[in-house]
């Protein structure tokens, strides 16, 4: 089979498309083939040798992520699986590839009336902006600021805030990415590359911090006593260095959910019926053919992507 892999630690360049051995369902695994596999920021990270979880040591094939057509099973799975359509991990590595085989206890099914590639743009994304709303308390007429508001998450946090009755301060880089904010459903958005952002934005009561780094600890300023903020992503380069005695002194909570896995899979299945019911929208800003990888890999770090960027397989 085809598939991606990562030669080295370094820029883009070291995804090189080649062959991969065909893998095999074992005992309580399904064989899925892919059609698309789900891109992380994280993954960005993990090949430039940054990532949050330690370095990794090449020849692998990246990827944690997938969507397709489940065409075998192994011993002690049903047979009735084959020809599902599911959404899987893939345990932190092999998603770029024609094919994978994965636990049968770790599938999705993708509900009736929802596509594949939007259901492969959930399995991370919606997952984690459904925890992190259930866990801020998201309540009706809190104040909300978003950041990264047009990434995958971020696109979907302005959806899910807004349905709890949210007033939703949305902000990202750039008028395009401002612009799908409000689209989306955003009440007020800012472009954190103004000087002036904060003051445009204003007192809020829960900041969802996927950027880290200034754009959070500015946005920790902006938190009115009893609010909450979560962070989840560094897309800024680093965690936002916040001393728990300094938030306490302003009333503030920085939470950290740790989540286990029955919470995750509900979270999951969570987003997927909600977008299956036209009720969440995953932004699907741009696709690669799996064989490109790097140049998806190039795109999300030049900071020009928006939504979820997939590889079609």
Known sequence: MRAVWMTGVGGPEVLVAGDAPDPVAGPGQVLVEVVFANITFVETQIRSGNGPFGRVEPPLIPGNGVGGVVTAVGDGVDPGLVGARVVTGTGGSGAYAQRVAVDAAGIFLVPEGLALDEAVALLADGRTATMLVRHAAVRPGDRVLVEAAAGGVGTLLVQLARAEGAHVVAAAGGPRKTAL?????????????????????????????????DIARAAFGLLARGGRMISYGLAGGGWAEIPEDEAAGRGVALLRPRPGPRELRDCTEHALAEAAAGRLRPVIGQRFPLERAADAHAAIESRATVGKTLLVV
């Open 181 to 213: 904010a409000r689209e989306l459903g955003a009440d007020v958005t800012v472009d954190y590359r103004e000087p002036d952002w904060t003051r445009r934005a204003g007192e809020v009561d829960v900041v969802f911090d996927g950027v880290g780094g």
